[in-house]
């Protein structure tokens, strides 16, 4: 059996491969072709995931693997490896070096560990359930956040949010300080590393936040859908990310006072 220890390094050794790879693509001087399923987009994607799943075969062939691009492979497995190489990728194409490749370990569908590796500004930041958070190597904590108030609050894109959850989004919006839009999973590092207060977002698929999960958590901040239940292989992908998790019941209840809400009933502190 591998120890935690051995799966993180493993999945350095993952992050690197893809890293290599996604290099040479980024701000490249191609022709982007929209419509074609063989852009230089495409290309970056398909090969850093390929050559992550050449270094697990190898050195977990009994694990089970969840990839964005090629599917998955072995899911009855109690020991699943979720990759998503290029996450964010309007950004990549944009040549914002905001995107990020996500390596997610779980455990009977429970995120346990997790990368998220920026490999053009080459900050790495790794989370274990139990075994706090870093940046390159050095430790990193969510900051606190005494009222909502105070809170920024940022989220990929407006058009991800459909009808209610966009109407519940922006109540929550409007009790924040201020919302950043774009970032990807970088929000989510920059969450654990204390710049960012709150992330809360729509659609998300298990490769997009079985990585966030052991980030987010191992530096003290939390995650959650939105009823406030953790995280699984079984989540319906709305989330919420949180720096202080003292502050969970205000946006619980900011997102339940807009839309039609049949799990919870809120009420109103006056």
Known sequence: MSSLTDDMNLATRLADAAAE??????????????????????????????????????????????????????????????????????????????????????????????????????????????????????????????????????STAPQLFAGDTGERFSVLARDCRDTLWGGDCYNYALLASGHIDLVVESGLKLHDLAALVPVVEGAGGRMCDWHGDPLTDASDGNVIALGDAARLDDVLEALHSGGHDHHHHMHDHD
């Open 21 to 154: 790879v996604i290099r040479p693509f980024f701000r490249a001087r191609y022709e982007m072709d929209y419509k074609s399923d063989d852009s230089p987009v495409t290309q970056a994607d398909r090969a850093a995931e390929a050559a992550m799943r050449v270094i697990l075969e190898k050195e977990r062939p009994n694990d089970g693997i969840i990839g964005e691009e090629y599917g998955t492979t072995r899911e009855e497995a109690e020991r699943v490896w979720v990759l998503d190489p290029i996450d964010g990728t309007r950004s990549f194409i944009a040549g914002r070096p905001i995107f990020g490749t996500l390596i997610g370990f779980m455990q009977a569908g429970w995120p346990v560990m997790g990368v998220i590796d920026q490999p053009i500004i080459k900050e790495r930041w790794v989370g274990a359930i139990g075994q706090g958070a870093t940046l390159n190597g050095a430790p990193v904590k969510a900051r606190a956040c005494r009222k909502l108030s105070d809170a920024i609050l940022a």
